[in-house]
């Protein structure tokens, strides 16, 4: 596992460790909405744990997506999350990255749109690129 970089961090993910293992749950809810993973992407970001509770159950949402574009850890936690996020292209996290001006957060969250589609033709897969695909990535090219 990472280090967090700092004590806090650290002491952070061994009490949940220890949360987790006694059984604690990595989906639920803390009321409000809150969820261990929103709390670990939310303000001090800390991947470290967000891996952590990913590794133990968490699923993220776009609510998380969203949090974690707001993150101090160069897209860290991010690019954990989009490794486990379901229905990127759905998102609508993408307000946060274009809210700041943050265009390496605009391109992590575009990079799903810009994938292949694969389509059934004929009861097999083909692959091709999306009209929208074609858009983003002359818009990511143009911005870079």
């Not at 379901?86 to 605009?106: C, F, H, K, M, Q």
Request: charged letters at 20%.
């Amino acid at each position: 596992m990472a280090s967090t970089g700092s004590g806090s961090g650290r002491r952070t993910a061994a009490v949940a460790r220890l949360l987790l293992d006694a059984g604690a749950d990595p989906t639920g809810s803390a009321g409000g909405n809150w969820t261990p993973l929103g709390c670990a992407v939310a303000g001090a970001t800390n991947p470290a744990l967000v891996q952590m509770l990913l590794d133990r159950g968490a699923v993220p949402d776009d609510r998380d997506l969203y949090l974690a574009c707001f993150g101090d850890d160069d897209h860290a936690s991010l690019r954990l999350l989009l490794d486990r996020a379901r229905n990127v292209a759905e998102s609508t996290a993408l307000a946060a990255p274009i809210s700041t001006g943050d265009l390496e957060g605009v391109r992590l969250l575009l990079l799903p749109r810009l994938a292949l589609e694969v389509c059934g033709k004929l009861g097999r897969a083909t692959l091709r690129t999306t009209p929208d695909a074609q858009r983003y990535r002359a818009e990511l090219m143009r911005s870079t």
